[in-house]
């Protein structure tokens, strides 16, 4: 096959920061349709009137001939008001709520430390309809970092689905089996990044540490990448595509203490269907990265189409772009990448 066209995507997890990085990565995702962003601004997108000052900033960075539609969300603290969630998604413009544990990644810190103290929003979010995103890792310092994801299934996720079944919750960029198998298991969505898909933790730190690897949840062992991949390209409803794409300054990875996130907005087409193809699942490719997203969110699926074509020459990316006085690394798969979304 060297031609494959399906619906639009969306990035059903997105960061795309403020201000002058704002300007710069938002071209880079115009081949998704729609996407769910990210709160964890500084300070966090915490209310209905900060979703909507922050939608109006993404707006107005919008390039001319881009249609984009940002799906917002709420950053859960545990000063979140209930009613005030209630009416963030009576407007239309929010989608979900986001859960970060408080201290598991960037900007996370005004997250939540006690689960019980975020019942009440939560109980109204099944009432109503209104999906929780969730950042699946314990902060826990005395678990192991490359268990943090499967301790917190065990400790907050199980009980959590346990108590309120009518929640809708997806289990964000699941980087295990042991979040494969509990996201079929309980039901629930799982969203899964481009990068878990082509990096295990050798790529991270085997001959050399490599800073533009390094994203949270961490990537693990070869076996988690490889269930992973079966997910993905299973066709069940329960998986679709949520790139995770994270913009750092390079000073801010490039240095002794570097920060979490790859960025993978430019590239994350040709490196998905590189993946598809590889798993012999191109078939599928239209179900992960179009359908199966909608679905879970209970929205409709783009009418719009896009085709995808496989080149004989490799198809070069930017090893970076600017952003501001910064650049920004765009993601290496390590691999040349054939398929280019035909314009
Ligand atoms: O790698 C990550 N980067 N993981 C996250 O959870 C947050 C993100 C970011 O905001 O940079
Ligand atoms: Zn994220």
């Known amino acids: 096959m060297t031609s494959l066209t399906i619906r639009q995507p969306d990035d059903w997890h997105l960061h795309l920061r403020d201000g002058a990085m704002l300007g710069a990565v938002l071209p880079h995702s115009a081949w998704a349709a729609r996407a769910i962003i990210m709160p964890n601004l500084v300070p966090p997108v915490v209310t209905l009137a900060d979703a909507r ?16 539609e940002p799906l917002m969300t709420l950053y859960l603290t545990e000063a979140t008001d209930p009613d005030d969630v209630q009416a963030a998604a009576a407007s239309g413009l929010v989608k979900a709520v986001k859960l970060y544990p408080a201290g598991a990644t960037t900007n996370s810190q005004s997250g939540v430390r006690v689960i019980d103290n975020v019942m009440p929003v939560l109980e109204r979010m099944a009432a109503i309809g209104l999906p929780l995103c969730v950042h699946g890792e314990v902060t826990d ?22 108590r309120l079944p009518d ?13 494969v198998q509990f996201v079929e298991e309980a039901g629930i969505g799982g969203t899964i990044t481009v990068h878990h898909l082509i990096i295990n933790r050798n790529h991270i730190l085997a001959g ?17 990448r490889l269930a992973l991949r079966r997910a993905a390209t299973s066709g069940k409803a329960g998986f679709f595509l949520g790139t995770d794409s994270a913009p750092h300054p390079d ?10 996130g790859c960025f993978t907005a430019p590239n994350t087409l040709s490196c998905l269907a590189h993946v598809f193809e590889e798993e012999g699942a191109l078939d599928r490719l239209e179900a992960f990265a179009s359908l199966n997203g909608p679905a879970y969110y209970g929205l409709e699926p783009n009418e719009a189409q896009v085709t995808l074509v496989k080149r004989d020459q490799p ?19 390590g691999f040349p990448l ?6």
């Open 167 to 179: 929640l809708r919750v997806i289990m964000e960029h699941v980087t295990t089996a042991d979040g």
């Open 141 to 162: 310092a005395s678990v192991d970092i490359f268990d943090r994801e499967a301790v917190f299934i065990e400790r907050v996720l199980e009980p959590l689905t346990r």
């Open 315 to 333: 198809v070069s990316f930017p090893t970076h772009i600017d952003a501001g006085d910064e650049t920004v690394t765009v993601f290496d798969p």
């Open 251 to 260: 000073s801010a990875k490039e240095t002794a203490c570097g920060c979490a």
């Open 53 to 68: 000052a922050y939608r109006d900033r993404i707006m107005a960075s919008l390039p001319a001939g881009q249609a984009f």
């Open 208 to 224: 050399g540490i490599r800073p533009h690897y390094y994203c949270l949840p961490v990537a693990k062992r070869e076996m988690h």
């Open 338 to 343: 054939h398929w280019e979304v035909q314009t």
